[in-house]
Nanobody
Framework: QVQLVESGGGLVQPGGSLRLSCAAS????????MGWYRQAPGKQRELVAT???????RYADSVKGRFTISRDNAKNTVYLQMNSLKPEDTAVYYC???????????WGQGTQVTVSS
């Protein structure tokens, strides 16, 4: 089993920045790719960004050029630097890591990001 714990959410004004962190613990050998999803009220959960252990990245079109995903493999931690935040970025952000051997994905508990003036 793998546990994911997020931190770094909060309230920020439009145009501001936040940095989310997600620390993985447990049987780390079961995961490779880590990523972030988000879910706004009344909407489905959507992919934000993913990063492999080799640091290959993928982004949703809506965040390209504004968000940067990175990871520290020594600390088993993934980060999401969010710049130029917009009100439509308001959501609960979840850390995710698929199980390499086909079990269910691992999810964090979620952290609230609110972009509002």
């Amino acid at each position: 089993q793998v546990q994911l714990v997020e931190s770094g959410g909060g309230l920020v004004q439009p145009g501001g920045s936040l940095r989310l962190s997600c620390a993985a613990s447990g049987d780390i050998s079961r995961i490779n790719t880590m990523g972030w999803y988000r879910q706004a009220p009344g909407k489905q959960r959507e992919l934000v960004a993913t990063i492999t252990r080799g640091r290959n990245t993928r982004y949703a079109d809506s965040v390209k050029g504004r968000f940067t995903i990175s990871r520290d493999n020594a600390k088993n931690t993934v980060y999401l630097q969010m710049n130029s935040l917009k009100p439509e970025d308001t959501a609960v952000y979840y850390c995710n890591a698929p199980d390499r051997y086909g079990l269910s994905d691992y999810w964090g508990q979620g952290t609230q990001v609110t972009v509002s003036s």
